[in-house]
């Protein structure tokens, strides 16, 4: 009797654990649909498709709506510019591409913020004085048809090696036509200077079977083997892989150039919005984050070497430009325009 006793009131007091758990839980749950919604608005020069996404998702977790205006770079320089009168009325955070972000930094738009795990991205990832901090980034990579790799003894792997290749038909995105391509042409400029950049691309020329229009339009040539490799960003080279297109990523050795998105906290605004968007900041740069845009297709490299994304990815050591592309924009016109009278219309 006494057995069947204890067990009872062991059982009686499991039935109690539970019931005030489920209770505590509900009530929790409760307080935050009862929790008001706080907003922030964010200038961005990502596409909506991407921002809103990141915005929906954050709602839920957080009860912070991030009000995203997609805007071309001058224009979010100049609505940066106009805030400075009202602050209050403006963005409280950016998010958008390195060049932009630097030049938001050196007209004063942003605030100075550092947090762990900005902290602990890469130097060249970051604004020396804290000002931004980049997300994520994408590399250009060479996709490889994996019929014509096994037909290869060796496969090169540097961009002397890719421009020597005689009999290899090539894909690659038209320098005109996409922000990505178009800054791996000035990145390497950068790189290499401009004589030796356009005699790389002047023996690329011949076995170029068409430049495309899209970033994902070279991966595609490469999975259906109407091109042996493709010069593409390895988001697209990710998503085609995972679909099970019959390509590989060859990393060049010599390094690479790459996009990269980061954030910067506008400077003069309430110390609520500030808070909140340093806070929306730092999400970015978590695997929720990045398990989100991997969900959706967008596979980036992030800057956060902490997380279980940036460790799962084969390319996390690869090598990148480091020179300096800091060029005007008559500049970077006239290199692109060299290229298209003496490369491109050859």
């Known amino acids: 009797m006494r057995r069947y006793t204890s067990l009872l009131l062991t059982a009686f007091a499991l039935f109690l654990v539970v019931l ?19 907003e922030i608005l964010a200038y961005t020069t990502l596409p909506p498709a ?20 997609p805007l071309s770079q001058q224009d979010l ?23 932009t972000l630097s030049k938001a930094a050196k007209d004063g738009c942003f605030t100075p913020y550092i947090s762990e795990a900005g902290d602990a991205a890469a130097e060249m ?25 096994k037909q ?9 090696g890719l421009s020597e290749l005689n009999d290899a038909r090539i894909g690659v995105t038209d320098f005109l036509a996409a922000d990505a391509s178009a ?51 390895q988001s697209e080279t990710l998503r085609y ?20 998105m980061g954030t910067g906290i506008a400077k003069s605004m309430p110390e609520d919005q500030t808070a909140a968007a340093e806070a929306f900041a730092d999400w970015l740069l978590t695997d929720e984050t990045q398990q989100l845009l991997q969900r959706n297709g967008f596979y980036f490299m992030p800057t956060n070497p902490a997380t279980l994304a940036y460790k799962s990815f084969a390319g996390k050591n690869l090598v990148l430009f480091d020179q300096s592309v800091d060029f005007t ?5 006239d290199f692109l325009d060299r290229w298209v009278k003496y490369i491109r219309l050859n």
């Open 20 to 38: 005030c758990g489920s209770a505590y839980l509900a009530g929790a749950d409760d307080a935050q649909k009862q929790r008001p919604m706080r």
């Open 329 to 333: 924009p008559q500049q970077r016109h």
């Open 77 to 99: 320089l100049e609505r940066l510019k106009e805030q400075e009168a009202d602050a209050k009325n403006g963005a409280a955070v950016v998010l958008a591409d390195k060049d």
């Open 50 to 69: 991407q921002v809103e996404m990141l915005s929906e998702e954050y709602e839920k977790s957080n009860r912070v709506r991030v009000n995203f205006v």
């Open 241 to 260: 892989l995972n679909d099970g297109y019959p390509v590989k990523i060859i990393y060049p050795a010599d390094g690479t150039a790459y996009m990269l």
């Open 125 to 149: 990832f970051k604004d020396p004085n804290g000002l931004w901090t980049g997300v994520w980034y994408d590399p250009v990579v060479f996709c490889v048809n994996r019929d014509y790799l």
């Open 152 to 160: 290869q003894q060796v496969i090169t792997d540097t961009w002397t």
């Open 183 to 233: 800054n791996l042409l000035i990145s390497m400029i950068g790189q290499y200077g401009d004589a030796a950049t356009y005699q790389i691309w002047r023996q690329i020329h011949p076995h170029v079977v068409q430049y495309a229009k899209y970033l994902n339009n070279p991966v595609r040539q490469a999975g259906m083997g109407e091109v042996d490799i493709s010069v593409a960003v």
